[in-house]
C-alpha cells in the first residue's frame, strides 16, 4: 500500500502529493517544520511538537490556518491511516504559493504536510561505540539574524555544517555561535558530562530548545544528576568525560571523539548510557 501523505486536510499517495512550485517554502526556504515521533502507537511529547510549530510560525509572522487541536489531529490521523504504530512524522507548514518575490503579502494559503514514514536512524552500532563527529567553521546563525529558536525550512545554515562533517567522514558536525561557545549539532543537541556532572549550553547560546534535550534534562534530574545550563567552548567538549547528543531522529547517541580527540576513554561512558537506558524507558512509557 502507498503511503498516504496529508496535505490540506486531504491524503493524497506519496507519488500524487505535490504543491506548488510558486510556494515560498520552496523558492525561500519560507515555512516552518517538525520531527515527531511515534512510539507503539503513542505520539512523544506531541503537545511539546505542536506548541513549537505555532512559536515558530509566530515568530515568522505566518499563520497557520488550523488550529493546534487540529494539528494534532492531522498528525495523529496521518499516523492512524498508514497504520503505523513506530514511525518518524514530518509536519511542514509553508508561507503557500506567491509571486517571484520575497513578499509574504503575495502570498495565498499556506500548505501544511504531513508526512509520516520510516524512522532513520544511526546505524545501530554507533549507539553501542558512540559517534566520531567534527567542529564545524560554519557558524551557527546569529540569534539577531535568524534565530535558532525557530525551526525553518531554511536550514542551509546546518546543511553546510554537515556537508563539512561528512567531508570530514562524521555523520554529525559540532556548530559554534558567534561567541565561539560551543551551540549544537546540525540536528542535535550537546551534552558534555564532568566530573558527574551534565551540562549543556543553554539557550542563549543560540540552539533549537530541543524537545529531546528537554525530556533528558528532567530524566537526569529524576537520576539524581546535577544538571547545569552554561556556556562552554571546545575546550570543555575535549575536556568531558563524557559526551551525547540528543534530538527526535537520533534519540541519545554517545559520541567518543571530536576533532581527533577521544572523549573521555574513548567509548561510551556509564552516564551517557544510564541515560539512554532512561530514555528508552521513558519513550516505551510517556506520550
Ligand atoms: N538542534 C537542531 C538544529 C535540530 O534540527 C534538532 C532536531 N529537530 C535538534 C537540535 C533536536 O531537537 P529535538 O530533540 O526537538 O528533535
Redesign the pocket.
Known amino acids: 500500500m502507498s503511503l498516504k501523505i496529508y496535505i490540506g486536510g486531504k491524503y493524497y499517495d506519496k507519488a500524487d502529493a505535490k504543491i506548488s512550485v510558486y510556494d515560498h517554502g520552496l523558492l525561500y526556504g519560507d515555512g516552518v517544520f517538525?520531527?515527531i515521533r511515534a512510539y507503539s502507537g503513542r505520539v512523544f511529547r506531541l503537545q511539546q511538537?505542536v506548541d513549537?510549530l505555532y512559536e515558530s510560525a509566530r515568530s515568522i509572522h505566518l499563520e497557520i490556518p488550523i488550529s493546534r487541536e487540529e494539528m494534532a489531529k492531522a498528525i495523529t490521523g496521518t499516523l492512524a491511516v498508514n497504520n503505523l504504530v513506530d514511525a518518524y512524522v514530518r509536519v511542514v507548514v509553508t508561507r503557500g504559493a506567491g509571486s517571484l518575490g520575497l513578499d509574504p503579502r503575495k502570498t495565498t494559503d499556506p500548505q501544511i504536510i504531513v508526512i509520516a514514514d520510516a524512522i532513520s536512524l544511526y546505524p545501530a552500532e554507533l549507539y553501542e561505540h558512540g559517534l566520531k563527529i567534527i567542529t564545524a567553521g560554519t557558524q551557527r546563525n546569529h540569534p539577531a539574524a535568524l534565530n535558532?529558536r525557530i525551526?525553518s525550512l531554511n536550514?542551509l545554515n546546518?546543511i553546510l555544517a554537515k556537508i563539512e562533517g561528512t567531508n570530514a567522514g562524521c555523520l554529525e558536525a559540532l556548530m559554534l555561535n558567534h561567541k565561539g561557545e560551543i551551540a549544537?549539532?546540525?540536528?542535535?543537541?550537546i551534552f558534555v558530562i564532568r566530573k558527574g556532572e551534565v551540562h549543556t549550553p543553554g539557550v542563549d547560546a543560540g540552539?533549537?530548545?530541543?524537545?529531546?534535550?528537554?525530556?533528558v534534562i528532567e530524566l537526569a534530574r529524576e537520576a539524581g544528576y546535577k544538571v547545569v545550563e552554561r556556556s562552554m567552548d571546545r575546550h570543555d567538549v575535549y575536556i568531558a568525560d563524557e559526551v551525547f547528543l540528543?534530538?527526535?531522529?537520533?534519540e541519545v547517541i554517545p559520541v567518543v571523539e571530536c576533532d581527533g580527540r577521544p572523549i573521555g576513554t574513548g567509548k561510551p561512558g556509564p552516564i551517557t548510557k544510564d541515560l539512554l537506558k532512561r530514555f528508552h524507558t521513558l519513550v516505551r512509557e510517556a506520550s
Do not use: S
Open positions: 517538525e520531527g511538537h513549537r535558532p525551526k536550514y546546518n549544537e549539532c546540525t540536528g542535535d543537541n540552539i533549537l530548545e530541543g524537545i529531546t534535550r528537554d525530556a540528543t534530538g527526535t531522529a537520533a
